[in-house]
């Protein structure tokens, strides 16, 4: 089955860019989805075909996706930024989450 | 103005049969490349998508889980229900339900519901 990795953890400081990568076989093939996940919430689709956001996403947000590992770019990182974040992908019609990578503002 | 509420009981006992309804408003069933899915997520872990089904009556399953589980829809009831045989505490999970919009591979899920969280007992 096809699997997705991504970091446990980043730690940045406030007005960072975060780079928070997802990582899978010839993953640049696919489209990606990118989830944003505060504590005691459900997710929220911040990117959908690897690069784009749904409206009222702020344009700090963007994706890119080539080769084996998809990004999730976060400019300006803000403390309302702290979340956990997936990347998910469609295989064989099954939709497949990544690891999940929990992002704190310093 | 699209919502989605998931419904079911929040304790069940091992071996038992799970059943959850997602209900959802704003948006129908009926419309081509439209479909429901459910996601859950045990306590501090990962997000595991669990099944599918479209407005054309398809359904998917995840791989690991498709003996257990069963999706149907009520479209006049805009409602989408999930059952899971024989449960263990391993099952122990907060349960989502969300819509997708789209076919193949375009479409995530682009509206959640708010979950909800189900105890499974030994």
């Known amino acids: 089955s096809y699997e997705l990795t991504q970091p446990l953890s980043l730690s940045l400081a406030l007005r960072q860019t975060a780079r928070i990568t997802c990582g899978g076989n010839?993953?640049?093939?696919?489209?990606v989805f990118w989830y944003q996940q505060k504590p005691g919430q459900a997710p929220v689709l911040v990117i959908y075909?690897?690069?784009y956001r749904p409206s009222g996403i702020p344009q700090r947000f963007s994706g890119s996706n080539s080769g084996n590992t998809a990004t999730l770019t976060i400019r300006g990182v803000q403390v309302g930024d702290e979340a956990d974040y997936y990347c998910?992908?469609?295989?064989?019609?099954?939709?497949?989450f990544g690891t999940g990578t929990k992002v704190t503002v310093l | 103005q699209i919502t989605l509420k998931e419904s079911g009981p929040t304790r069940v006992k091992s071996t038992q049969t799970l059943t959850l309804t997602c209900s959802f408003s704003?948006?129908?069933?009926?419309?081509?490349?439209?479909?429901v899915g459910w996601i859950r997520q045990p306590p501090g872990k990962a997000l595991e998508w669990l099944a599918l089904?479209?407005?054309?009556?398809?359904?998917r399953y995840s791989p690991a889980l498709r003996s257990r589980l069963t999706i149907t829809k009520d479209t006049s009831k805009n409602q989408v229900v999930l059952t899971m045989t024989n449960v263990d505490p391993v099952d122990t999970a907060t349960y989502y339900c969300?819509?997708?919009?789209?076919?193949?591979?375009?479409?995530?899920?682009?509206?959640w519901g708010q979950g909800t969280l189900v105890t499974v007992s030994s």
């Open positions: 010839n993953i640049g093939s696919k489209t």
């Open positions: 969300a819509r997708r919009e789209g076919y193949g591979d375009f479409g995530g899920f682009d509206y």
């Open positions: 089904i479209y407005w054309d009556g398809d359904e």
């Open positions: 998910q992908v469609w295989d064989s019609s099954s939709a497949v």
């Open positions: 704003g948006f129908s069933l009926n419309t081509r490349e439209v479909g």
């Open positions: 075909r690897s690069t």
